[in-house]
């Protein structure tokens, strides 16, 4: 089994910054990529930011330029800044990694989400 926990949410103005953190209890070193999703409501979810293990990103149109993925395979952590926040980034975040069961198999994992909540 694996854990993967987010911290970071809260409520901001518009304009304003988060970082969002996701720590996970097993090595990250070889998981590629480590994505952030988010969930609006009434909306389904969707791919935010995916970070490779060698570091490659990738972005949502909609975040392009405000938002920023990392990770830090030292701390099994992985961090989503988020800056020049809209009110329609109001969701829940979500981290979402795939590590091989004994057989070789891939699971999925899913954290259990932060609220990020943008006043305009």
């Known amino acids: 089994q694996v854990q993967l926990v987010e911290s970071g949410g809260g409520l901001v103005q518009a304009g304003g910054s988060l970082r969002l953190s996701c720590a996970a209890s097993?090595?990250?070193?070889?998981?590629?990529?480590m994505r952030w999703h988010r969930q609006a409501p009434g909306k389904q979810r969707e791919l935010v930011a995916a970070?490779?293990?060698?570091?490659?990103?990738t972005y949502a149109d909609s975040v392009k330029g405000r938002f920023t993925i990392s990770r830090d395979n030292a701390k099994n952590t992985v961090y989503l800044q988020m800056n020049s926040l809209k009110y329609e980034d109001t969701a829940v975040y979500y981290c979402n990694a795939f590590y091989s069961d004994y057989l070789g198999k891939k699971v999925s994992y899913w954290g259990q989400g932060t609220q990020v909540t943008v006043s305009s």
């Open positions: 097993r090595s990250i070193n070889s998981i590629n990529p």
């Open positions: 970070i490779t293990s060698g570091g490659t990103t």
